[in-house]
């Protein structure tokens, strides 16, 4: 008896997961993947990139398989110093659309990949339902959702006039929404992480004169990994422990005492991340509440660094002065005649400040 598996979803995990699937299935499974047109088998972060955007990882530790890190080096034939690059998460993407062809075309199961955006899926007397945008539906034993960052609400305080202009660009991958702002446009960016380097550095490729003004509750923005890799880092016993144990004190005061004893605190981080998801798991409900209160975005910073290339042009725009990153908070905004006023206030300020921006 044939089972139907679909995955909604076709970026990273989706197409992974299909590529998993097809390798393993045999004639009796059918796998349906669902993903829009135009970011389909690479996903947002991969396929809606632009040439100056770099992925946060050396290629020599990329790979589709967790088993065969490297992969993606492997695929483009680097040598020692190209593997060490941070190359454009375009050709990620190129990658992640290779492997899945590969997959689908060695497959015994059978593989439909459905360029078109899942919109509701329903419990059925045996399996699920899928509805689609363009008004089909179909019949699926399992349904698996990959879905990845989905678009924001509007930020809260944002007037209804400007929730709907042009001139407010609440999902920056949306098509071409950055060609929208002028060059010499003064540009209020909400958040000051991933997101942000992104903006910032198409806007500088594009020729943007104008200011910008990037704003968060902390004000932290990603570090930056080294041009060249620390040697791995064997953990500590008690750091080992506090792991095993779930002891979020212990493990903080561990890995601070750590930094600042070896030559560099990056080496720390990365010696943590096999042990994170494990650690995770055993963390009770409470405790997850607190580090995502209190350490999540000092963590994020730390762990997730951008490449040397995309941080030095990042610290070109502060230095200029063309780029400020600050803490603060956006209390309102809305469209007036001519441009964006935005009520801020600065972290630690008492009285929040009116500023003028035109995006």
């Given at each position: 008896m044939?089972?139907?598996?679909?995955?909604?979803?076709?970026?990273?995990?989706?197409?992974?997961?299909?590529?998993?699937?097809a390798q393993a299935a045999d004639a009796q499974v059918r796998?349906?993947?669902?993903?829009?047109?135009?970011?389909?088998?690479?996903?947002?972060?991969?396929g809606a990139a632009r040439p100056e955007h770099l992925l946060n990882v050396r290629a020599k530790d990329l790979g589709i398989d967790a088993q065969a890190p490297g992969a993606f080096a492997d695929t483009l034939h680097l040598g020692e110093s190209g593997r060490l690059e941070f190359l454009p998460r375009l050709a990620y993407g190129d990658y992640l659309r290779s492997e899945l062809d590969a997959a689908v075309t060695g497959a015994q199961a059978s593989v439909m990949r459905l360029s078109q955006e899942a919109v509701a899926v329903e419990r059925a007397r045996s399996g699920f339902r899928v509805f689609l945008a363009n008004g089909d539906a179909f019949h699926s034993d399992r349904v698996v959702l990959a879905v990845g960052a989905l678009q924001p609400q509007a930020l809260a305080g944002i007037g209804p006039r400007l929730s709907v202009h042009a001139r407010y660009i609440?999902?920056?991958?949306?098509?071409?929404?950055?060609?929208?702002?002028?060059?010499?446009?003064?540009?209020?960016?909400?958040g000051t992480g991933l997101t942000m380097v992104d903006v910032a550095l198409t806007l500088y490729a594009r020729g943007h004169r104008g200011r910008m003004l990037a704003i968060s509750r902390?004000?932290?923005?990603?570090?930056?990994h080294l041009r060249q890799p620390g040697a791995p880092l064997e953990l500590p016993p008690h750091l080992q422990r506090a792991l095993k144990d779930a002891d979020l004190r212990?493990?903080?005061?561990?890995?601070?005492?750590?930094?600042?004893?070896?030559?560099?605190?990056?080496?720390?981080?990365?010696?943590?991340?096999p042990h994170l998801q494990p650690l995770w798991q055993r963390l009770a409900l409470p405790q997850r509440a607190r580090f995502?209160?209190?350490?999540?975005?000092?963590?994020?910073?730390?762990?997730?660094?951008?490449?040397?290339?995309?941080?030095?042009?990042?610290?070109?725009?502060?230095?200029?002065?063309?780029l400020k990153i600050v803490a603060a908070r956006l209390l309102r905004a809305r469209w007036v005649p001519d441009g964006v006023e935005a009520v801020i206030r600065p972290r630690a300020a008492a009285d929040a400040r009116t500023q003028h921006f035109d995006a």
């Open positions: 044939e089972t139907h598996i679909t995955v909604i979803g076709a970026g990273f995990c989706g197409t992974s997961l299909v590529r998993a699937l796998i349906t993947l669902v993903g829009v047109a135009d970011t389909f088998g690479s996903g947002i972060a991969y609440g999902w920056p991958w949306q098509g071409d929404a950055l060609s929208r702002l002028g060059p010499d446009d003064d540009v209020l960016i909400v902390r004000g932290l923005a990603p570090q930056a212990g493990l903080l005061r561990g890995v601070r005492q750590l930094s600042a004893v070896v030559d560099d605190w990056r080496r720390v981080v990365d010696a943590l991340r995502l209160r209190h350490l999540r975005p000092y963590w994020e910073v730390a762990r997730h660094r951008v490449a040397p290339g995309a941080a030095e042009q990042l610290a070109n725009l502060q230095q200029s002065g063309q």
